[in-house]
């Protein structure tokens, strides 16, 4: 049996605290905390201690020039970011007793997901739902997964260097990554390119080609190519990567569908080799302890059947050199 503490403790807690301390955690500190809510400091500072007296645990420990967070702390943060998920969910699940379907898809998504099947699937449904709206927060994979798990998305579209163990994922496309090389590089101009060309070059690279990282053919090729053994530029952005790639920091490898616009406007060229290119799978992941709203059911029922309807090999991009 509960203790009447216990019992009487969802009823005294100021349910505010939560979210104090959640961007507490967030933002690695008090003071970055203030500025985020736009509070003073000292008010911070305040809601912190009385959360720390309501549960009767110390949650972060405050030092000069250190912030941690405790065990007890990291058990709360999570709490804390479930109920936020949850509350955020509220005016969607609150517009379904409508006649027209309404509500709310927020998608995390890494950098430049381009797929015309997908395209097709958000079209049929904007045009078929006009009362749903939409926001797009682009960032890095990890991070997805992270605004999926903690139900802060209603889905997400990124890369994965692992099987998540409690989310569901299905490949949404493949695509095919090549090099290239900027219009101030000197291979850019030359008749012909042999992958001799290539060794020593200095490269450019994303943050998730390292060893064990989603995208670790890069690599590989990079080393069967003989490339510089360390990189000169390195991103999580396609745009920057392209960037880099343009203004002759060194070689990079883009996605080939996504790059072929470039190619043909004459502003990077592809490198060889120009077969056996590097093939990533692009997923898209869900939260199944999540409480979807009927917008959110619809939508992924309508792209799970782009998929059954499209094979694999349809969604993948890129398979013709430029």
Known sequence: MQSPNRNRFPWNLDWNLLRTYMVVVEQRGISKAAAFLGLKQPTVSAALKRLESAVGKQLVVRKPNEFSVTRAGQALYTECTTIFGAVSQLPAILEEDVADLRGHLSIALTSSVISPHFDDVLHRFAVAHPNVTYAFAVHESEDVESMVS?????????????????????????????????????????????????????????????????????????????????????????????????????????????????????????????????????????????????????????????????????????????
Not at 155 to 177: D, K, W
Not at 244 to 265: K, Y
């Open 150 to 322: 903690l139900n802060r998305s209603s889905f997400g579209i990124c890369l994965l260097s692992r099987v998540p163990r409690n989310l569901n994922h299905v490949v949404l496309y493949r695509e095919y990554f090549g090099l290239y090389c900027g219009p101030r590089h000197p291979l850019f101009r030359a008749e012909t390119i042999s992958p001799k060309d290539l060794e020593g070059e200095p490269f450019v690279a994303f943050q998730t080609e390292a060893l064990g990282g989603p995208l670790e053919d890069i690599s590989k090729l990079r080393t069967r190519l003989k490339l510089s053994p360390h990189w000169r530029g390195v991103s999580s952005s396609l745009n920057e990567i392209r960037r880099m790639i343009m203004t002759n920091i060194g070689i990079g490898a883009l996605p080939v569908h996504v790059a072929r616009q470039d190619v043909v406007a004459g502003h990077i060229r592809q490198l060889p080799p120009y077969e056996n290119l590097p093939l990533v799978s692009i997923f898209l992941i869900s939260n199944p302890t999540r409480r979807y709203t009927e917008a959110e059911a619809s939508f992924l029922a309508a792209l799970s059947l782009e998929m059954t309807k499209v094979g694999i090999e349809e969604r993948t991009y890129g398979m013709q050199p430029s």
